[in-house]
Nanobody, 114 residues
């Protein structure tokens, strides 16, 4: 089992920044990648970015340049979010990919006021 805990969410004004954290515990050696997703009210969950266990990163095209993923996929992964917009308001989840299954955290709320 892999346990994920997200933190760092909150309320921020448009144009501001937040850094989210995703801390992994349990059988972390099995993790091959950590991804960030978000889900806004009334919308489907959307993929944001991913970092592999060897540090390769990939981003959703619409967020490239404002969001940066970093860290160690087997320990703690960060999502630095800059120039935040009201449309970035969502619950942000991290997801651990292993050979057997994916694991999800409980999510952290990000609210961007205009």
């Amino acid at each position: 089992q892999v346990h994920l805990v997200e933190s760092g969410g909150g309320l921020v004004q448009a144009g501001g920044s937040l850094r989210l954290s995703c801390a992994a515990s349990g059988i972390t050696f099995s993790i091959t990648a950590i991804g960030w997703y978000r889900q806004a009210p009334g919308k489907q969950r959307e993929w944001v970015a991913r970092i592999s266990s060897v540090g390769r990163t990939i981003y959703a095209d619409s967020l490239k340049g404002r969001f940066t993923i970093s860290g160690d996929a087997k320990k703690t992964v960060y999502l630095q979010m800059n120039s935040l917009k009201p449309e970035d308001t969502a619950v942000y989840y991290c997801n651990a990919v292993t050979r057997e299954k994916d694991y999800w955290g409980q999510g952290t709320q990000v609210t961007v006021s205009s």
